[in-house]
């Protein structure tokens, strides 16, 4: 069953602090991985997009990783800023072969709280 | 700026009625359009692909003739939750595929629906 698995589920940290988002999967086969930015009742916001042959992408603050064998992810962000508080999504791009459009498999998220 | 527009932002209705939201592709043609569903703390969920000129696909347990779509030109898709109840609140978000794109990008800022 294609999966998406992320950890912690919640997360709080102090400003300044950095961290590490974890993200397994079990989607086969995959075209992209990407992780998301959700603010509370807002829409999600790509930060990262990692093809198979890609190890690592940063954006900013945020670096992603990305290990195709073993089927893991990570998003680091350095120095967090109070406005990093979001929810953190790791998702993956399922090719479907009828229709013609990748299928997005979703992981629960992260929710990650930063504090003065 | 946004790629996504997704109308309206919150709606409050009571049971029994309906209400039509609206999610817009600013910058290019969207062939497909997806409807999401997200309850709080927990990920997106798909319910169905919206097709340019052609009948919806919805996924499993999604039922179509409550939630209708209506995706009548290539920026314009709609979703009407018909007969609404209070189990309908949730948040409602849409993304797109731009046309010759194969994996959907972009994410509206969601619909906030209560029903009381």
């Known amino acids: 069953k294609n999966q998406v698995e992320q950890s912690p589920q919640s997360l709080i940290i102090l400003e300044g602090k950095n961290c590490t988002l974890q993200c397994n999967y079990t989607v086969s086969p995959f075209s992209n991985l990407r992780w998301y930015k959700q603010d509370t009742g807002r829409g999600p916001v790509s930060l990262t997009i990692?093809?198979?042959?890609?190890n690592t992408k940063s954006n900013g603050r945020y670096t992603a990783t990305l290990d195709a064998d073993t089927k893991q992810s990570s998003l680091h962000i350095t120095a967090s800023q109070l406005s990093d508080s979001a929810s953190y999504i790791c998702v993956v791009s399922h090719p479907m072969f009828s229709g013609g459009y990748n299928k997005l498999i979703f992981g629960a998220g992260t929710r990650l709280a930063v504090h003065p | 700026g946004a790629v996504v527009s997704q109308h309206p932002s919150w709606v409050i209705c009571k049971s029994g009625t309906s209400v039509k939201i609206e999610c817009r592709s600013l910058?290019?043609?969207?062939?497909?359009m997806f409807w999401y569903r997200q309850f709080p703390k927990q990920s997106l969920m798909l319910m169905a692909t919206?097709?340019?000129?052609?009948?919806?696909?919805?996924e499993q347990g999604v039922e179509k003739d409550k939630f209708l779509i209506n995706h009548a030109s290539l920026t314009l898709s709609t979703l009407t939750v018909t007969s609404a109840h209070p189990e309908d609140s949730s948040f409602y978000i849409c993304s797109v595929i731009q046309t010759g794109g194969s994996s959907p990008l972009h994410f509206g800022n969601g619909t906030r629906l209560t029903v009381t």
């Open positions: 919206s097709n340019e000129g052609s009948k919806a696909t919805y």
């Open positions: 990692m093809t198979f042959s890609e």
């Open positions: 910058d290019f043609q969207a062939t497909t």
